[in-house]
């Protein structure tokens, strides 16, 4: 299988912390790999190291065979990565049609329309409320815009950083139901970061745990969801 | 007041009695003891009828003003649910009013009461509205705190002095040279004040304002110092001139009676015009995907970034069209005076023109309007207060922030709307 992205021997600081200490990781063209791993394992880093938004001090990420560990951000999504990123980040003051349309700034707007009723098929919450400011969508309806948003530019790799984070069950199930979606219908890779080990590894390909800045174990998501330490430390409580 | 209960009272006095404390600490140094020029040399003379004047109005004011903020609390409940419907109306009105102001404003000459005096306000204002318009891309839109905006006005007004006085050049050829000085200024200030936010990048451009006056100021040879400079030409109607000739004016060849209200006349059109013509482009500007970044950037940087908008070039053309209005503005600012000088050119003006993008509301393209009228005209009715015509502006400005502390008009109007039935 081809490989979308690639990462070896990552290595990210805060200052004199060291948030990633050795990452090696892959993801294949068009699969689900999903990331979890405790508070403060190096999670959301990883995200925004593969973005730009901090840069690595050593290692590599290579994207379709292009390094792109030195690139800044709009390079990089421009390349056709997107993100929905931790804490969502949507425009408040904008309405959801704004804050799609700046989605699509990397394509110019030139698939809209269409892209917008895609969008909308996917989360008809957000037709409803489409002229609404963002900053008054409930959680779960900020999410679903995170999602539609960084959508919008037709991205290979969809970077997400804990999508279900916040929302109520049902609502979760939702979300989860349309990363599906969105990786048959659209043939977007998904890389999907998150607590909700339980049903990311259940919708995953594969899956990687991170442990204090590194992967300490690999798998497809159903042997790691039978992993006895994989289900001690993050699927006790009955996450099902 | 009636509601107020017996409860609210000790804390409403000690409020007011200690804004009359520090008034009087303020007051007595300040006001209290002036200096005068005997025969013996440097005097003090004491007069603490004014101190106890100001610190008696200062208390009676605070308490008026806890009273009035006491009964918005209580009634607050009611004011909300009048809120919505309200703006709405507003919102209609606002429809009506923008048609209504621009014919106001096109046929405002014509009117009886147009006397010069008028129409030299009426410029004035335009002027500030112009520069509201221009500051309020960089401010309003892209919200990059921008202190010395009045640089750019500096430089267009200087642009084309220095044009007309050494190459004796149009001023329809400076002017669009003007506006592309003060972009080429506006980029190179953008450029060290990249990666600055928030406070920081409010001190460099403060300092950049003065950077250029102090370089007005001192780089005598070339732009006349203190002095400024004098005879600048006055812009020709297509090469008719407003003078008392019988050739080739502008009187003459329409076969009117020379007065000296065509000038001040063309000139009014002529603001107007500008000014209108940088609404217009702002306007279109925030549909285009570069308006949108610019809206995006002022929300949250960390979030444009991560859409693929490169912040770098949202910023210089926010700070490179944001000045190209203030140099045209600038321009016209030096025809129409004939005389400039770097004292036109303080931080004052500055701050007047951020007042007015803020006071009317950030982002908002009426509200700058509104704002320059209230600010602008206000102050210039308040002209006979000669030295507390400044006092005057201050309490407007405070008022403003005390009844409406989000601008004159916070709305944002989105830049697309679909209805909301059809499409499935
Ligand atoms: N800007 C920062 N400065 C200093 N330390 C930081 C910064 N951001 C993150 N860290 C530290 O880096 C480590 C990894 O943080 P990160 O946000 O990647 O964790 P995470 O796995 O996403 O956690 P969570 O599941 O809680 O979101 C943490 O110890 C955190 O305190
Ligand atoms: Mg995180």
């Not at chain 2, 209108?276 to 308006?291: E, S």
């Amino acid at each position: 299988m081809a490989e979308m992205l690639s990462i070896t021997g990552l290595e990210t600081f805060y200052g004199k912390i060291q948030a990633l200490r050795g990452v090696d990781l892959h993801i294949n063209k068009g699969e689900i790999v999903t990331l979890i791993g405790a508070n403060g394992a190096g999670k959301s880093t990883l995200l925004m190291s593969i973005c730009g938004r901090v840069q690595a001090r050593s290692g590599a990420i290579v994207l379709e065979g292009l390094d792109i560990t030195k690139a800044p951000t709009h390079e990089i999504i421009q390349m056709g990565v997107s993100q929905s990123p931790e804490g969502r980040r949507i425009f408040p003051r904008m309405t959801v049609l704004e804050n799609l349309q700046l989605g699509a700034t990397t394509n110019q707007m030139a698939y809209f329309e269409e892209d917008v009723a895609k969008v909308f098929d996917l989360f008809p919450r957000l037709n409803e409320r489409k002229n609404q400011r963002g900053g008054t969508l409930s959680g779960g309806e900020q999410q679903m815009l995170a999602i539609g948003r960084a959508l919008m530019s037709r991205p290979k790799l969809l970077l997400m950083d804990e999508p279900s984070l916040g929302i109520a069950p049902i609502l979760v199930r939702q979300i989860f139901q349309a990363i599906g979606r969105i990786s048959k219908e659209e043939h977007v890779t998904i890389f999907l970061v998150e607590q909700n080990a339980f049903h990311a590894l259940k919708l995953a390909d594969r899956g990687y745990v991170m442990v204090n800045g590194a992967v300490s174990m690999t798998g497809t998501g159903a042997e790691l969801l039978a992993r006895p330490e994989v289900r001690a430390a993050y699927l006790e409580g009955g996450a099902h | 007041m009636s509601v107020l209960n017996s409860e609210k009272l000790p804390p409403i006095l000690k409020d007011s009695v200690i804004t009359g404390l520090i008034t009087l600490v303020l007051a007595v140094p300040i006001v209290g003891l002036p200096t005068i020029n005997a025969t013996e040399g440097l005097q003090i003379e004491p007069r603490w009828s004014v101190v106890i004047w100001m610190v008696s109005a200062v208390f009676l004011g605070r308490l008026v003003l806890n009273f009035w903020w006491h009964r918005e609390q209580t009634s607050s409940s009611s004011t909300i649910l009048l809120n919505t419907p309200f703006l709405q109306s507003l919102q209609q009105l606002l429809k009506f009013i923008i048609p209504i102001g621009v014919l106001f404003a096109l046929i405002l000459p014509t009117m009886p009461f147009a006397s010069r005096y008028v129409m030299d306000v009426a410029i004035l204002v335009i002027t500030y509205i112009m520069l509201g318009w221009g500051l309020n891309i960089v401010v309003g839109l892209a919200g990059l705190l921008d202190l010395g905006y009045v640089a750019f006005y500096a430089i267009g007004a200087y642009s084309y002095a220095l044009l007309a006085n050494y190459f004796d050049w149009s001023f329809w050829i400076c002017l669009p040279l003007a506006g592309v000085f003060a972009a080429i200024s506006g980029i190179l200030l953008g450029f060290p004040v990249l990666r600055l936010r928030g406070d920081y990048l409010a001190i460099v451009t403060l300092g950049f304002g003065e950077i250029i006056r102090v370089i007005l100021l001192n780089w005598y040879e070339f732009t006349g110092g203190p002095d400024g400079i004098s005879g600048i030409p006055r812009p020709s109607f297509f090469g008719l001139e407003f003078k008392r000739s019988s050739e080739g004016t502008f009187s003459s060849f329409f076969g009117l009676d020379y007065s000296s209200m065509h000038r001040i006349i063309f000139l009014y059109y002529l603001i107007l015009a500008l000014a209108l013509l940088t609404n217009f482009i702002t306007l279109r500007l925030r549909k285009l995907p570069v308006g949108r970044a610019w809206e995006a950037l002022r929300e949250d940087e960390i979030a444009c970034r991560s859409l693929g908008i490169n912040p770098t070039n949202t910023k210089l053309t926010a700070f490179a069209i944001g000045a190209t209005f203030g140099g045209l503005a600038g321009s016209f600012f030096a025809t129409r005076q004939g005389f400039i000088s770097p004292e036109s050119f303080t931080f004052i003006e500055s701050a007047v023109i951020l007042a007015i993008v803020v006071l009317g509301g950030m982002g908002s393209q009426i509200g700058v309007v509104l704002a320059s009228v209230v600010l602008i005209g206000g102050t210039e009715l308040f002209r006979e207060l000669e030295e507390y015509r400044m006092l005057a502006f201050g309490a407007l400005m405070v008022g403003i922030m005390v009844w409406k502390p989000r601008g004159l008009l916070a709305h944002r109007e989105p830049t697309i709307r679909i209805k909301t039935e059809g499409s499935s």
